[in-house]
């Protein structure tokens, strides 16, 4: 029998939704607002709401002091190479774990996720040495390379999950109609899984893009993305907080769009696989 | 078109070719600081003086770019051919041979002109390292308005003593007004600048001559009573995540009585755009402990060095010198008034009677910076320099952990004692580990 759902208990549960989302929402509604503030409005105690006189001169500023859209080019090739360099290694791995697992196959799996736990400051000397040592440094490639290792073991993890789900008869079928292993991936395993490809895509895409640690650490004028961009207007000495919103505004701004159109797919691959 | 003009136009594309073909790029990491925009701005200056140099910056919030700029140069990167590094850094990475001394920056340069005490900060041999670029010290920066309503005078020389009575009397916590506002936000740049100094001031010191920690000392104890004594009892709410902008932004909308920082800070308190209470501000030298002469002053600045593993060395040096000179400053003057020309590096700025009377904090600025000694910061006898900080490279890491333990008793998770405990077990631990006495 189908349970009856109250009216009360629907504004119940919708007032609590919407106070989540407004709280997880406020702090980008502040940095927006005070984005448009002037930097004596910036810091007004108590904090001026909606009544100051909004001035768009930190987006004139910051346009000005930087060139955007560098930062915002080197962010794109950064966050989109590294995401479709770790899909073309990750989707063949995460097959063969899910479908032909090994005897070690979860020992594996638990290793390549225990490298995330370490901290990423811990290797940064070898690898900046590495890296300069290859020419790599203040390059787009070095950063796709770094960024496509660090979120590697995320990805095969969310397609393994994925995959798991998917009935191995249905490539079993395959293969006895003659699809070689190339096309059982191409043709038959990836369309299936294609609301979690496309999720496991676009939540690596807003991992690299708000990668901060790498991205500030392996570069300096040429290849530096957004992260940069923003790290240039914060300071500990001096009023900047107006044009560090203006800045990562503009910064996030892409992401945002990215997400808000994607977010049908985004809600239903996660809700396809591992994150049930 | 004759053929006389055709070469000629072919000349000329050759010559702008080569021009171009022989232009240097040179890289400069900078922090984000008003001065230093300034100075992106007019880079039309440098450019005019130097058509075959051309400059990038790489501007970054200043930990970001310590870690960042630190790693180059320990690891011989040669990403940067400009630094924009403190004076904690300059003796430790020129001991290092990490920096090239400035030697031969031209006729016109003066650097006997530099303030001596900033000066001895960047020479390490005999040799200077880093060129000041900006230096600030600490002083006292109080609502004139509100200690006149309290009934107080502000002395010569005010001690800790006086600095209590009148943040009792100026403190109104119904009207939002905290007789002091002082760093509590945990760091070695951020509450523990304000501590070292003022411990200097009572007469304490980091470590005794054979580098044994003191946080065990009656002077450590006064310190931190008398500190948290004021800040608990007349402090702004919150105050152990207070820095320099927390407390500015309080300062700047009256919701302070006293506060001492950064000397630069008096630029933005007394500048009316930005301060509510611009026509009452006062300046006092530090405070000192009852009796006693030494106000523990700080000193910081930031300069500009050249990392021995740059490439471009004479393109570095030339824009160096550009930026450090005296006619830089009358640039900045020229194009945005004297009171916005870096302030602390040359004396003959402070000789200049135009900038005395525009900026009416430069005589309490030169004398902070003239009193800060960075070569014996305490009245007991130590095995380091430095104000503020130890000038050791462990420092960085010790410094932050004692106050974290400092702004934790700030925000009342333990008392002076225990944290004075817990500071001096920590350092006795990290020092041991480090290898000191060495």
Redesign the interface.
């Known amino acids: 029998m189908a349970r009856t759902v109250t009216t009360q208990r629907k504004v119940i549960v919708t007032a609590i939704a919407w106070t989540i989302a407004i709280a997880i929402f406020f702090p980008i509604l502040w940095t927006f607002l005070t984005s448009f503030k002037t930097?004596?409005d910036a810091?007004?105690?108590p904090p001026k709401f909606l009544f100051f006189n909004w001035t768009t001169e930190n987006y004139t500023t910051v346009q000005g002091?930087s060139n955007y859209f560098l930062h915002f080019w080197n962010s794109v090739i950064i966050s989109v190479g590294s995401t479709v360099a770790a899909l073309i290694i990750a989707i063949p791995a995460a097959w063969s774990m899910a479908f032909v697992p090994g005897k070690r196959t979860k020992d594996i799996l638990m290793w390549m996720l225990s490298t995330k736990m370490m901290p990423a400051v811990g290797v940064?000397?070898p690898i900046?040495?590495l890296f300069?040592d290859t020419g790599l440094?203040?390059t787009r490639t070095g950063l796709v390379i770094v960024l496509t290792l660090m979120n590697l073991p995320i990805v095969v993890w969310m397609l393994y999950t994925y995959f798991k789900e998917i009935p191995g008869e249905i490539l079993e079928a395959a293969r006895m109609d003659g699809a070689n292993l190339t096309r059982e991936i191409i043709y038959v395993l990836t369309p299936m899984a294609v609301p979690g490809i496309a999720s496991t895509l676009l939540l690596n895409i807003i991992l690299a893009w708000n990668e901060a640690f790498w991205t500030?650490?392996l570069t300096?004028?040429k290849s530096?993305p957004l992260t940069?961009f923003i790290?240039?207007?914060?300071?500990?000495?001096?009023?900047?907080?107006a044009k560090l919103s203006a800045a990562s505004m503009m910064a996030i701004a892409p992401i945002i769009v990215l997400g808000w159109f994607s977010q049908k797919q985004l809600v239903r691959g996660l809700t396809f696989g591992a994150v049930k | 078109m004759s053929s006389k003009l055709r070469g000629l136009l072919g000349a000329c594309s050759l010559v702008a070719l080569g021009a171009a073909a022989h232009a240097e790029t040179i890289?400069v990491?900078t922090?984000?600081?008003?001065d230093m925009?300034r100075m992106?701005g007019l880079m039309a200056d440098f450019n005019e003086k130097h058509p075959d140099i051309q400059v990038?910056?790489?501007?970054?919030?200043?930990?970001?770019l310590r870690?960042?700029v630190t790693?180059?140069i320990?690891?011989?990167?040669?990403?940067?051919d400009v630094l924009t590094i403190g004076n904690y850094e300059v003796p430790i990475w020129a001991a290092q041979n990490w920096l090239l001394p400035l030697e031969d920056m031209g006729a016109d340069y003066k650097p006997e002109d530099f303030l001596a005490p900033v000066a001895a900060g960047l020479t390490v041999d005999g040799k200077l390292y880093a060129a000041p670029f900006y230096a600030e010290s600490s002083m006292l920066m109080y609502r004139t308005d509100l200690l006149e309503k309290a009934g107080l005078t502000m002395p010569e020389n005010p001690d800790w003593d006086f600095i209590t009575e009148a943040a009792e009397k100026m403190t109104d916590k119904g009207a939002e007004i905290y007789g002091i506002c002082l760093r509590g936000k945990a760091g070695w740049?951020?509450n523990m600048a304000f501590l070292t100094s003022m411990a200097n001031s009572e007469g304490a010191r980091w470590f005794d001559a054979d580098w044994k920690p003191q946080f065990d000392s009656p002077e450590w104890k006064t310190t931190l009573d008398t500190y948290l004594n004021l800040m608990t009892n007349y402090g702004p709410p919150g105050a152990s995540s207070n820095?320099?902008?927390e407390n500015?932004?309080?300062f700047?909308?009256g919701?302070c009585g006293m506060w001492i920082d950064?000397t630069?800070a008096a630029s933005?308190v007394s500048n009316p755009?930005?301060s509510t209470v611009a026509e009452h501000v006062g300046y006092a030298p530090s405070p000192v402990r009852a009796g006693g002469d030494n106000h523990g002053n700080w000193l910081w600045s930031w300069n500009l060095a050249i990392p021995a593993s740059s490439q471009k060395q004479d393109a570095a040096k030339a824009f160096v010198a550009w930026a450090t000179s005296q006619e830089y400053t009358a640039l900045v003057a020229e194009h945005e008034g004297i009171a916005n020309v870096p302030p602390g590096t040359r004396t003959s700025l402070y000789e200049n009677q135009e900038y005395l009377t525009a900026a009416p904090f430069a005589a309490q600025t030169l004398a902070a910076i003239e009193a800060a000694d960075t070569q014996s910061p305490s009245d007991q006898e130590v095995p380091y320099t430095g104000g503020q900080f130890v000038s050791i490279p462990e420092f960085q890491a010790i410094g932050t952990a004692v106050g974290q333990v400092f702004s934790a008793a700030l925000a009342g998770t333990s008392d002076a004692d225990q944290a004075l405990a817990a500071a001096q077990a920590l350092t006795t631990r990290e020092m041991s580990r480090a290898g000191y006495p060495k």
């Open positions: 930097e004596a810091i007004a105690t002091r940064l000397v900046y040495l300069r440094l203040d500030l650490n300096a004028s530096a940069q790290a240039s207007y914060s300071s500990p000495e001096g009023l900047f907080y | 890289t990491a922090v984000n600081n008003g925009i992106q990038e910056w790489v501007t970054l919030e200043e930990n970001v870690q960042r790693t180059d320990a690891t011989n990167g040669g990403q940067y740049g951020e820095g320099f902008n500015l932004a309080l700047q909308t919701k950064a630069v933005f755009n930005e």
